[in-house]
């Protein structure tokens, strides 16, 4: 017979101010990850390919734009080594520390792109300290997710894990609807020259306020009620990671399966179809910034309908639906958005969110409960930046490259569908997880 922890059976915050500041702190740091994120990615969309690759730009277009979305794949290949050693201080000495580390180190490296010289000033050195700024970001944002999903599903009400690791996933279309939002006023408020010239610097320096921000927030919410028991237990591991890898792998390779096509059809909706309406189509930039605005609010609602299901019928049926739904959407999807009209492209994007908030909503609660407490940052941190390697990274890159190779746009939904397809049978292969116990005397 399992044994119930204090933590298996804990009610939830002692007040709505103590939970709303919970979910707070971790809505917060997970909303500036993704805004910093969110402004790289759309940017190199429709600009950053001519300020910091000019000779390529000037020579090969479609090669430049290849690349550009390159730089947006090269920061999550830092994500695992951030994950590792985020990770391992967040099972070692608390969810918090690290949290606003993270936090910091995030809105640092983003607020620097904002002062980076173009390459018409410094040349080489121009896409070289953009790439290094890169890495620091997708370093910081390796650990930045698991901390913020503990803390909330740790924090959890018995029976609400789900609808509270909700709200670290929400930061995702938050931070993307405050990003593109903010870029569709700097296009629709200032010449396209001017926005060339120095406009595109400020959704990076604002920044600085966001961060702000969530160091004041994220200070004020405590401890993880599992790592103070782990802390008055004194079970903490002395090597997490290896106790992770000794007992875990399994959970971790499921773990990073499970998210891949989320995060693939997430950076479409991002960057791609950004880039593929505003290049190939020729639709203006500023209809498709709203556009993209507005299913950021679908994003955002199915999302929190997702975890608030999962709580209902369970984490793996919520997950199968939402993958099932992308799958049937993808080759409608893209007949809608080749068809040029503002108002098809809005609604193939909004039926996608349904889809992506499903198969999202879910994942903090999930991750949570396939790991034990002793190593589960590590665990959950690590699967989720690997998964983000297989299936986000590069997905802007691989379907620019499909779309010029089979010349058809629907290469790049099947792209997807196969995705689909593999992170289904990720969620069927780990079960139900659903009311497992967290704390520490049920492991």
């Not at 792109?113 to 080489?124: A, D, S």
């Not at 991002?270 to 189509?281: D, E, P, Q, V």
Request: charged letters at 15%; aromatic letters at 12%.
């Amino acid at each position: 017979m399992t044994a119930t922890s204090p933590v298996d059976s804990y009610a939830g915050p002692s007040s709505k101010r103590e939970e709303r500041r919970v979910l707070a702190g971790t809505l917060v740091g997970t909303t500036i990850e993704w805004y910093d994120f969110f402004i790289f990615a759309q940017l190199t969309a429709t600009l950053l390919s001519p300020l910091f690759l000019t000779p390529l730009e000037q020579s090969s277009p479609a090669l430049a734009q290849i690349l550009s979305f390159a730089t947006i794949g090269i920061s999550f290949l830092f994500r695992p080594l951030g994950a590792f050693v985020a990770g391992h201080m967040g099972d070692r000495l608390g969810r918090k520390a690290v949290l606003v580390m993270t936090l910091v180190m995030m809105g640092a490296a983003t607020s620097l792109i904002g002062l980076l010289p173009t390459y018409e000033t410094i040349g080489f050195w121009a896409p070289v300290l953009l790439i290094f700024l890169r890495i620091l970001q997708g370093f910081s944002a390796g650990g930045e997710w698991g901390g913020a999903a503990l803390m909330a599903v740790e924090h959890a009400p018995k029976g609400r894990r789900g609808l509270f690791g909700a709200y670290p996933q929400i930061g995702v279309p938050i931070g993307m609807i405050l990003a593109t939002g903010l870029l569709f006023f700097l296009n629709s408020g200032m010449s396209k020259e001017a926005f060339g010239t120095w406009g595109w610097r400020v959704p990076f320096l604002l920044s600085v306020v966001l961060i702000v921000v969530g160091y004041l927030i994220r200070r004020a919410v405590g401890e993880s009620p599992v790592f103070k028991e782990l802390a008055q237990r004194k079970a903490e591991s002395k090597a997490p990671l290896s106790e992770l890898f000794r007992k875990n792998t399994k959970e971790v390779i499921l773990a990073a399966l499970i998210f891949i096509a989320n995060n693939a059809a997430g950076y479409l909706l991002i960057a791609f179809f950004i880039s593929y309406a505003t290049r190939a189509l020729k639709m203006p930039t500023p209809q498709i910034l709203l556009a993209t605005t507005v299913a950021s609010f679908g994003w955002l609602i199915f999302t929190m309908v997702g975890g608030w299901l999962s709580d209902k019928i369970g984490r793996v049926k919520t997950f199968v639906a939402g993958y099932a739904l992308m799958f049937v959407w993808m080759i409608p999807l893209f007949a809608l958005i080749d068809s040029k009209d503002i108002l098809l492209y809005g609604v193939a994007l909004f039926v996608l969110t349904i889809g992506l908030g499903l198969s999202y909503g879910p994942m903090s609660a999930m991750y949570a409960e396939m790991f034990p407490p002793q190593v589960r940052y590590s665990g959950i941190s690590i699967g989720y930046a690997f998964g983000a390697i297989l299936g986000g990274a590069f997905a802007p890159t691989i379907a620019q490259a499909l779309l010029d190779g089979t010349k058809w746009s629907g290469s790049v939904g099947i792209y997807i569908m196969v995705l689909c397809v593999i992170s289904a049978a990720g969620v069927l292969l780990a079960r139900e997880t659903r009311g497992r116990p967290l704390g520490v005397s049920a492991h």
